[in-house]
Structures are given as C-alpha cells and as structure tokens.
C-alpha cells in the first residue's frame, strides 16, 4: 500500500521529468558547439589537459563514458550524458515535492526551459555535473535527519564537487553548520576530513597522468607547483573568470541575475520565500533555510564581485553560465519552502499557480527554443572542416586563431576525427607562452622565436617575433583580418594566408569548396550576440574584401551580392550596395530603408 501511495505522488514528477528528457533528447548536438565544448570533450576524450583548474571529475567520467557507451558520435555522446545530468537535477529538486503535484509544473519545468539551464543540458560542458552535484548537497542537508551519516554524505558531494567545479565552495557553509549541528565527534569528523581532503587530492594527482606535453594539452603539468597554479586558476589570475575580460560592472551583473530569476524562474522565487512570509505569521524558521539562503546570497555578492566580465558584451555568454548555481539552489529552496506548507493550497490558489506556471514554462520554451536546438547545429564543424579544408595539410602549416569556438572547433577534429592533425593551431592568446612555446619547437625545431619578445607583453608582437623568423620554412594563416605591408596576403574562402611578397591576392578556387549544411537560416534574428551567427559572418569576408578590391563597378555589385547571399545579414555589403546604385545614379532609398531595417533585427557583426 505504501509502494502505492509513493508511486502515485511520484507520477507526476516523472512526468514533468519524462517530457522534459523528450524535448532535450531531441535536440542534443551531434557534433562539436561553442565556447569550452569543444575544448572539454575532446580533451576528455583524448585525455588531454583541460584549462584550469582542470576538472577531473568530468574529465575522467567523460572519458570512460565516450569511450564505452557505443551510439553516436564522440560529441553526441558527450551531450547524451550531459542532459542525463540536468534530468537529475530536476529529479532531485523535485523529490520532496511529490505530494504537491503543482511543483513540478510551476518550478521544474519554467527552470528546465530557461535558457542557461536548457542550453547546458544540452552543451556538454562542467556546469550541469556541479548542478546535479549541488542539488543533492542542497537536498540532503535541507530534508535529511541529522545524522553522521548526513555528515558523511554531505562531505562526499562536497568532494565530488570540488574535484569538478571550484564554484561549490559556497556550498561550503551547509557541511559546516551540519557538522556543528549534529555534534559530530571527533573522529567521523576526522574521517569525513580525511577522506574528503585525499579524494580532492588525488582527483587532482590524476591530471598529471594525462598527456600534459601534447599541444593539445593546456600549460605544462609536471610538478606539485604547476598542479597547484592550475587548480588555483593563475594562468587567468586567481579568482578572475577570465584572463581575457578587463572588468565587470557590479551591480549590472546582480540586475542581469535578478531579471534572469524573475522573468524565467518566477515561481522558484515565490516559493523560496514562504518561510519568509510564515515568519511574519509566528511560524519558527529552520536555521538551515538561513544557511542556504546566505550560501546563495555569499555567491551573488562576493562572486559576481569577482567577476571581470561585462553583461552588456559578447562576455555575457561566459558570464551567464555561471548563474545556474543560485537557480539551481533557488528551485531546491522552492521544494522547501512549499513543504513548509502545512496545508494544501487552496483550489483557486492552485489553480493559479498552475496556470503562472505553464504560462512561464510556455513562454520560455517558445522564447528559447530556436536558440537551444542543437540538433542541426553543424556551425562550428563545417567553419572547422572549410578552414582546414583550405590548409596545406603538411607540417609547414600554422593557424593562429582568434577565439576559442575555433579554436576547439579546428581541435575537436584533430583530436577525436583525426582530421589535419599535422596542422598547428595556435591561440593568439598563447601566442606566447613559454610552454605552449617549447611544445611546438618540440614538434617542428626548425621554428625560431625572435627572443625579444620576452622582454614584455607591450613589445610582443607576432609578425616582428613568429612570422619574419620562420616564414621561409612555414605557412601561417590567419582567421582575422590583418593588414601587413612587408607581406603578401592571400585572402581564402576563410582565413588569410601570409606569405613572403606585398600586396593583397585572392584564392578563388579556395572559395569554391566551402560546403556543409550549418542551418544558421534556423537561427532567430536578434540585436544580442550570437556566437554561432559571428562565427558564420566569416563567410562573407572574401567577398567583402574582394569587392572592395576590384576596380569595376559591376565586379564589385557581384561581390557585394555574394557577401549577402553567403551571409544574410552582412550590413556592410547592403551599404556598399547602396553606394554603388547611388554612384550609378539609381535610386537607393528602399537600399538604405533595409540597412535601417537590417540594423535593427541584427547585431552587427563586422
């Protein structure tokens, strides 16, 4: 009879679950995305170092998972896995709401569909294991007894988490107050201490057990000192998101958190507030309700503190993935705080929510659901395949590339396809970095490096130090646009090519095989950033540039008209279309009425 009544509470949240695993299993990637993707999986897969502090709890779970799971594609496998985990997630934040069938509909649901936490449900990266291992941390210590073994449980997600993402360490204050709350003795405590500090110890070890001298591989991982500046994050300057981003604003960060909260997760909030409003009735609030509440509220003001990135920027892509914590966190405070009901709501009550909460699972889903599927997202692969494409694939080449989503993208392929794996490619970041430096020299020994270049990052400059002592022996391209006299640049379908000689040239028969389906045509028009969008607006640079080279006028409508029809939403080639029809006397108002139009819908990317 019990096993009954259990399984009746339950249905609905398999339900919610069951849908939701629907909807995300349909629209998992099958080859390589954006941002740290492509770095995380291929690495994993080829056992290579990941960029600090090195993750090797999903490092080592995504290696044994793509190397024995048989279906699909390395990449597909890797997403497979990683919308398990958000499943999780949900299933655990919705474990003790099972007697309120509402919660599943007006909290998991509008989180599953917002778009942070639908887009890595689907993206495997680092984020969505810490959720899952969140969630259960959060759980435990809110609903079970104490106990040592509460404790114990509680120092082991503890240990999990910090052998994946550093950002548990907020989470730190419930294993605390659990410890000094069930006056645990000293020597569980001792235990749970030890145990949990050799775990995290030698989840650590195990990066130097990679191949830390391939180039794939990020620093150089040899000693204690090296593993301890990776997992301390130094290479981006300790407690910085990010080496690159130059500051962050605060209280724009707080407010891009709040608007995210209360306009996709509404009714987590609500819910997370009832013990609150009880108070106010006489109602005794836990103190561990407190402590979760300050653990979110420490990691909305002291990490976005920290955080060096801009919400109002392309940075905003990095930033935002880092809110997953408080929503996570929030829909757990939710659960609790409706079971702190202590009667049922209300049928009109009910109802309404209901209805709040399909409205916001629906909006989010509509709202969100261009952007989320991935299925047909073959973006960053075919850039990859087309730029490589266009590369002597022998040991003369090297790329310098400058992003990250292609430079995963173009490893991603060496790595797990095998593809071009003779071609160097090299962040311009890392341009010069020591270590990256003497991994490359150890590949080809004929590359001199002009040593002036140590003399400071203000004298560095890649032409005067990498390209004038080597272009004899090597090929170099670029994958932006530059400019310099003492060379010869070949412009390609993607990327420039450098050579000895001055002048500009172009590669025709380089942009006649550019071929792939990317499917950008199914992406939504927007004024914010998109990666995937900037990423195939490189299209339309050959011809761009062509257009402008080219001394007739007719040459250069062609041109522009190719840039537009290879990029639809290629501003700068509308405009040169419209100063040409003035030039020839045509009208161009409508012209100009679509660059208006253009500005308006798109962001631009060039």
Partial sequence: ?????????????????????VVFFRQLPTTVQNLDSGEVVANAFGLNVIHPPGYPLYLWIQYAWTHLFPFGSVFWRAAFLNALFSLGVLAIAGLKMRRIALYAACVLMPLAFSKIFWTYALLPDVFMLNCLVLAGLCTLYLHAPDSRYRVLGLCFLFALGATNHLSVVFASPLVVHAILKDRTSIRILALAAVATGSFIAVAYLSLLLLHTDSIYSWGSLHTLGDLARHFLRSDYGT????????????????????????????????????????KFTGSAISSRFYVVVGSLAGYALIFLALANMDSSTPERLLLERFFLFPLVLLAVLAGYGLNALKKPLSRPVGLTLLAIGLCSSAWNYLAFQQDTDFAQNTIVEDYARNLLGMISDDARAIVIVDSDTKVFGLRYLQIVKSEHSQVIVLPIGSVFDRRQLDKIKSLRPELKIDPDYDKGPDSRDIFKHVVDPNIAKFDFYFTRDVNPSSYKVTFQGLGR??????????????????????????????????????????????????GLEVRSRADSLKYFTLALKAVPYCIPALINICALKKASGESNQECLGEVESLREREFNYF
């Fill in 1 to 21: 009879m019990r096993q009954r009544i259990q399984l009746r509470y339950s249905l609905p949240l398999f339900l919610v679950v069951g849908l939701v695993a």
């Fill in 239 to 278: 407690l910085q998101l990010s080496g690159k981003a130059t500051g962050g604003n605060f209280l724009e960060n707080l407010g891009l958190l709040a608007r995210i909260v209360i306009l996709q997760t509404p009714l987590s909030l609500g819910f997370a507030c009832v013990p609150v409003f009880k």
């Fill in 497 to 546: 090519k450098i050579t000895v000689g001055s002048g500009v040239a172009f590669d025709q028969a380089s942009a006649a095989r550019i071929s792939g389906s990317s499917g950008v045509e199914g992406m939504a028009s927007s004024s914010e950033f998109n990666e995937y969008k900037a990423l195939y607006a490189e299209y339309a640079y050959y011809y761009l540039k062509r």
